[in-house]
C-alpha cells in the first residue's frame, strides 16, 4: 500500500552534532518528498525538498538523501543547535497529474530535543 | 514573502454555534487546503481549492462547509461541531505550476479550536 512513514518517533542530541532522521515510503511511483519542521504552537515549516531525479540535496546545514532503491529518505542536521528542537515531519506530495495543486500525505513525524 | 495568515489563534466553541476560521496570503498563489492536525499527530488533508474551485474533499462531514470568496482569502464554516473536532485547523497554500502539483506548500500558524 502506499504509506509515508518514519523509523524512530524520537530523537535527543547534544547541541553541535549532527543528526540524522530517516523516512520510509512504500509507493515506488513517489517522486517528490518534502521535509516540515513544526515547532510547538506553529504551523509546518518548509525546510527543503528532492525530487526522484536526485540523490541529494543540501540547503543550510541541512542534507536530504533519497535512495530509491530502498525508498528511503533522510534529513540531516549539521551542527544541531537548541532552536532545531521540534518535530520534523517527511511529506509525499502526490498532486494528480498535469494539475495546479498538490495532495501531501506526511509521515508520522520524529520529535528532536536538542540539548545545550 | 512566505507568509500564511489564519485568525483567530484560538477559539472555543460549543456544539451548536456556527463559526469560522479564516485564511490569507498575498503571494499569488492559486491553490489553497485546509488540513486538520490532532495532538502529536501529523496533518490530515481536508479541502483543496485551486482557482477559487473545489477540487479536493476528502470525504469531510458536511458540518465543515469551506469556501474560497477570491484568491486570497479561504473561509472554513463550522456548524454543529463534536468534541472530537478538537483540533489544529492549518492553512496552507501553493504557487500554480505545471509540475503536477509540485509545488511548495506554504501553512500557516494555524487555529487550535476547543469544542465543547
Known amino acids: 500500500g502506499e504509506n509515508v512513514g518514519l523509523h524512530l518517533p524520537t530523537l535527543s542530541v547534544q547541541e553541535g552534532d549532527n543528526s540524522i532522521i530517516n523516512c520510509a515510503y512504500s509507493n515506488s511511483a513517489s517522486d517528490y518528498f518534502i521535509w516540515y519542521k513544526q515547532e510547538s504552537g506553529k504551523g509546518p515549516q518548509f525546510i527543503i525538498d528532492i525530487r526522484s531525479n536526485m540523490d541529494k540535496r543540501q540547503g543550510q546545514r541541512v542534507t536530504v538523501l533519497l535512495n530509491k532503491t530502498v525508498k528511503h529518505l533522510s534529513l540531516q542536521i549539521a551542527a544541531t543547535q537548541p532552536g532545531d528542537s521540534a518535530v520534523y515531519f517527511c511529506a509525499e506530495n502526490r498532486g494528480p497529474g498535469g494539475t495546479s495543486y498538490g495532495k501531501l500525505t506526511f509521515g508520522q513525524g520524529t520529535i528532536l530535543t536538542v540539548h545545550p | 514573502d512566505t507568509e500564511v495568515t489564519q ?15 479564516k485564511c490569507e496570503q498575498h503571494m499569488g498563489h492559486r491553490a489553497m487546503y485546509w ?37 486570497s482569502l479561504l473561509n472554513l464554516h463550522l456548524h454543529a461541531l463534536q468534541p472530537e473536532d478538537s483540533a489544529l485547523y492549518l492553512c496552507a497554500s501553493s504557487q500554480e505550476g505545471t509540475s503536477g502539483g509540485r509545488e511548495t506548500q506554504y501553512f500557516g500558524p494555524g487555529t487550535r479550536l476547543l469544542v465543547l
Open chain 2, 35 to 71: 488540513y486538520k492536525q490532532k495532538a502529536k499527530k501529523p496533518p490530515e488533508l481536508m479541502f483543496v481549492y485551486s482557482y477559487e474551485k473545489l477540487s479536493i474533499n476528502e470525504s469531510v462531514p458536511s458540518r465543515f462547509s469551506p469556501e474560497c470568496p477570491n484568491s
Open chain 2, 7 to 21: 485568525t483567530p489563534k484560538h477559539l472555543v466553541m460549543g456544539m451548536t454555534n456556527k463559526k469560522s476560521l
